[in-house]
């Protein structure tokens, strides 16, 4: 997680003073430091089989030449969040959570901020309310109210713990922006007609992983979809070579193609390094489209998105996203 030092800001402010009004007893933490791209805990690194539907067994295909051709990509997407603890009651964390994404459009060769549903920025305020000790009325226009001790889908409350309680919120804050990620994505699949690069998954909303025009760019690799000699073949791929395609079925999501690619080379690096996953709905033409595909993401790693610590992985157009949406929220 990154940490940011900078004092509270009117948001923060305005969030502490509903608390410390509507529940006396609130302690202000002293210069409520935000913590930035924060993750919520996941579970071990897995490998997990996958169908596949190109070739079998699976096998490295090149996809570039000397000089790779143009992108079709019209649009990137991103999100952020930002969890900051703002005061703390009977020592349990109160939590502001801010999230945002916006769609960055290219235009004559820069990138500018799309005019339909985009950008927006969202806040929540995150507590434990069955544990406050009072009855509590949070009601509030500016603020959305979200209970942290609220019962899990088993009908199981938390714990008081106070970790616990901030990992609850982390949890939320970034389920928040999947969603709102989502939403965004969902407009533009419904009002544009050009290729949109989507920082992540795209198999969580059943519009953008039915739409041919959404592409899913997934730069960390908690799961790997291969196991046995497959592995070993993905691990291996030389820069400008993707794997065979196969079928992701995420449980509670929609099913996906899906593909892996080296965008750098990787000689003499860890075996992830600049090894991304792509996710396009199903296509009859797999191959030929995710040869296309795999150019245009190739083509969108230049120029580099440096000083970025993910620039092995990481194209220009959401490096751009980043930057306006640490900007505006």
């Known amino acids: 997680m990154l940490v940011s030092t900078a004092g509270p800001d009117g948001a923060s402010r305005a969030a502490l003073r509903l608390l410390i009004d509507r529940l006396p007893g609130v302690s202000a933490i002293e210069g409520a430091p935000a913590m930035s791209e924060v993750s919520p805990l996941t579970e071990a ?14 096998r490295a295909v090149s996809v570039i030449s000397q000089t ?26 109160l939590v502001l959570g801010t999230v945002a994404a916006a769609v960055r459009v290219r235009i004559n060769r820069r990138l500018i901020t799309w005019g339909g549903e985009s950008p927006k920025v969202e806040k929540r305020i995150y ?11 949070l009601k509030n226009a500016d603020f959305e109210i979200v209970d942290t001790s609220a019962p899990d889908s088993a009908g199981e409350f938390p714990s008081m713990h106070p970790s616990l309680l901030l990992e609850r919120a982390v949890q939320r804050v970034h389920t928040h922006r999947d969603q709102l990620e989502s939403r965004l994505a969902e407009a ?49 791929l030389r820069k400008g070579e993707r794997s065979s395609v196969f079928r992701v079925s995420p449980r509670g999501r929609k099913t996906v193609m899906s593909w892996y ?20 709905a199903e296509t009859e033409s797999s191959s030929d489209r995710a040869d296309e595909i795999s150019r245009w993401v190739m083509a969108e790693m230049s120029p580099l998105s440096l000083p970025d610590g993910r620039w092995d992985r990481m194209a220009y ?3 751009d996203c980043e930057e306006f949406l640490r900007a505006i929220s």
């Open 45 to 58: 690194p897995t490998l997990q089989p996958a169908q596949l539907v190109e070739s079998e067994p699976l």
């Open 68 to 93: 790779p051709g143009p992108s079709g990509f019209g649009a990137f997407l991103d999100g952020a969040q930002r969890v900051q603890v703002i005061g703390r009651m009977n020592g349990l964390p």
């Open 127 to 137: 507590v434990p309310v069955r544990y406050l000790g009072q009855p509590t009325n």
């Open 188 to 236: 533009w699949c419904a009002a544009s007609d050009a290729p949109i690069f989507i920082d992540g998954g795209i198999s969580a909303s059943r519009p953008v992983a039915s739409c041919p025009l959404a592409v899913g760019v997934i730069k960390s690799h908690r799961t790997l979809y291969v196991e046995g000699a497959a592995l070993g073949i993905v691990l291996d």
């Open 261 to 280: 690619l080296r965008v750098r080379d990787a000689a003499g690096r860890d075996a992830l390094w600049g090894l991304v996953r792509i996710e396009i």
């Open 317 to 319: 157009g959401v490096r």
